[in-house]
């Protein structure tokens, strides 16, 4: 099945410690998203590849990152993670139609 | 700019009553809107989006929604509340006046079910 894969599942790691969260996609879509969801909020949205064309939230803080080596893969990188960056990271992807298709997340612990 | 707001906070309904969960979007364009739901960790479902073709949406698991312009409202409705739709529901909008791929959610509205 096409699908939206996020490794790992569940990372921790320690404050200030760069940590590289993973996103692959069978979709062959050409936009891919990343969000950051906290406890009972909303998703909301860092930034989004449209191909090579990064685009990004005018409020995402510069310590988040973002690498897409080719249409399958994309990375989201926290350079010094605080604890207020712990939280759900769901990667998305889309056609030219909008709908998005969500991987299950990763779940990131900051110590 | 573009917004999307959840009128509701929590919706709490009896098994096999109706459902209305309320959205209310501002653009400046035509965007389209989708509806998501989320069980408890769990992860994000599509189940209806509006993207300019007919103004009554039909999803799944029995959900539709109507998009009113006039009303700039896409609330999402079910006939009849099972318990399995005990979830959080997000309204969401997406796209700008460039083509551009810009995605807000609204803020969530929490269904409880009662038996």
């Known amino acids: 099945d096409a699908m939206v894969i996020q490794n790992p599942r569940y990372q921790v790691t320690q404050f200030g410690k760069p940590v590289t969260l993973s996103c692959s996609q069978t979709?062959?879509?050409?936009?891919m998203y990343w969000y950051q969801q906290k406890s009972s909020q909303a998703p909301k949205l860092l930034f989004h590849y449209y191909d090579k064309d990064f685009n990004n939230e005018a409020d995402t803080p510069d310590n988040f990152q973002s690498r897409r080596p080719n249409t399958s893969f994309c990375f989201l990188d926290i350079r010094s993670p605080g604890l207020g960056d712990a939280a759900m990271y769901l990667c998305a992807t889309s056609s030219f139609s909008n709908e998005q298709f969500f991987g299950p997340g990763t779940r990131l612990t900051v110590l | 700019a573009q917004s999307v707001t959840q009128l509701d906070s929590h919706v709490s309904v009896s098994e096999g009553t109706p459902v209305l969960l309320r959205c209310n979007y501002s653009s400046s364009y035509s965007p389209s809107l989708f509806w998501y739901v989320q069980h408890p960790n769990k992860g994000l479902q599509l189940l209806l989006k509006?993207?300019?073709?007919?103004?009554l949406v039909k999803g799944i698991n029995g959900f539709e929604a109507e998009f009113k312009k006039s009303e700039t409202s896409f609330h999402l409705t079910k006939p009849s509340a099972h318990m399995s739709d005990a979830a959080e529901y997000f309204c969401?909008?997406?796209?700008?006046?460039?083509?551009?791929?810009?995605?807000?959610f609204g803020a969530g509205t929490r269904l409880f079910v009662k038996a």
């Open positions: 509006y993207t300019s073709a007919a103004t």
């Open positions: 979709l062959n879509h050409n936009v």
């Open positions: 969401v909008v997406s796209g700008d006046d460039t083509g551009g791929f810009k995605t807000i």
